[in-house]
Nanobody, 121 residues
Framework: QVQLAESGGGLVQPGGSLRLSCAAS????????MRWYRQAPGSQRELVAY???????DYTESVKGRFSISRDNARKTVYLQMNSLKPEDTAIYYC???????????????WGAGTQVTVSS
């Protein structure tokens, strides 16, 4: 069974940094796109960043220049480096990935349980 496990969340002051990690485990042949979402209390879930299987990336406008997404395919892990954090970044951050585990190459969608990021003085 494929699982995604996020880690690296915590409490930081404004201007601080955190690096989130999301590791995929299980019987996996390949991983397509990997994404980070977040959801703040009272807000809708939003896409923060995504990376393609060859390392291409894009970001939502509010985090451009501050966040960087990267992946290590050998470790089946995606990272989100978050710098210059603001209180508005406070949310639960969720990892999402398209995973292939069958020989037909079909991609299945998986979600992690989330990790809390709190930015506060």
């Amino acid at each position: 069974q494929v699982q995604l496990a996020e880690s690296g969340g915590g409490l930081v002051q404004p201007g601080g940094s955190l690096r989130l990690s999301c590791a995929a485990s299980g019987t996996i042949l390949s991983i397509g796109s990997m994404r980070w979402y977040r959801q703040a209390p009272g807000s809708q879930r939003e896409l923060v960043a995504y990376t393609t299987d060859d390392g291409g990336a894009d970001y939502t406008e509010s985090v451009k220049g501050r966040f960087s997404i990267s992946r290590d395919n050998a470790r089946k892990t995606v990272y989100l480096q978050m710098n210059s954090l603001k209180p508005e970044d406070t949310a639960i951050y969720y990892c999402n990935a398209e995973v292939s585990w069958s020989t037909d190459g079909r991609l299945w969608d998986y979600w992690g349980a989330g990790t809390q990021v709190t930015v506060s003085s």
